[in-house]
């Protein structure tokens, strides 16, 4: 499998992780990896296009989402469970040049995602979800 630089450096240790950590099958608890997307990646769903385009990052998002499936499928065979997050629309400088105000603090966004890392399992590599754990359409 072709891996990008970060994860090909980090493998043996996420490999030598998952190997150590008692029980079967992939959780958090073992070794992940965590991808931070977007809603404006989700092709099926276009959201807000009429007043935020951004088709680059958009694109991008997209682009992230799919590695996020590939590592899914690469990774799985090492014991590591990969997963991507919409973190909600979060007050910070991205999230604020939006315009309006956004509704989540990053400590709500991130708590948020936090509980829903420790729930994960087997069945949930390869997800996109949000910072509630809601599946997020690809």
């Not at 980090?10 to 965590?34: E, H, M």
């Not at 007050?91 to 994960?120: E, F, R």
Request: aromatic fraction near 6%.
């Amino acid at each position: 499998m072709l891996l990008l630089p970060l994860p090909q450096a980090l493998l043996p240790l996420l490999k030598k992780a998952a190997q150590a950590s008692p029980g079967s099958g992939l959780s958090c608890n073992k070794a992940a990896i965590v991808n931070i997307s977007s809603n404006g990646g989700s092709v099926k769903e276009v959201y807000l296009f009429e007043a935020i385009q951004a088709v680059s990052y958009r694109c991008s998002k997209a682009a992230q989402n799919m590695l996020t499936r590939c590592q899914s499928m690469g990774y799985r065979e090492h014991g590591i469970l990969c997963v991507g997050f919409h973190p909600g629309w979060v007050q910070t400088d991205l999230g604020n040049a939006a315009g309006g105000t956004p509704p989540l603090t990053v400590d709500a966004s991130v708590g948020g995602m936090m509980k829903v890392l420790s729930s994960l399992s087997e069945k949930d590599t390869g997800s996109f979800l949000d910072w509630e754990g809601n599946v997020v359409p690809w």
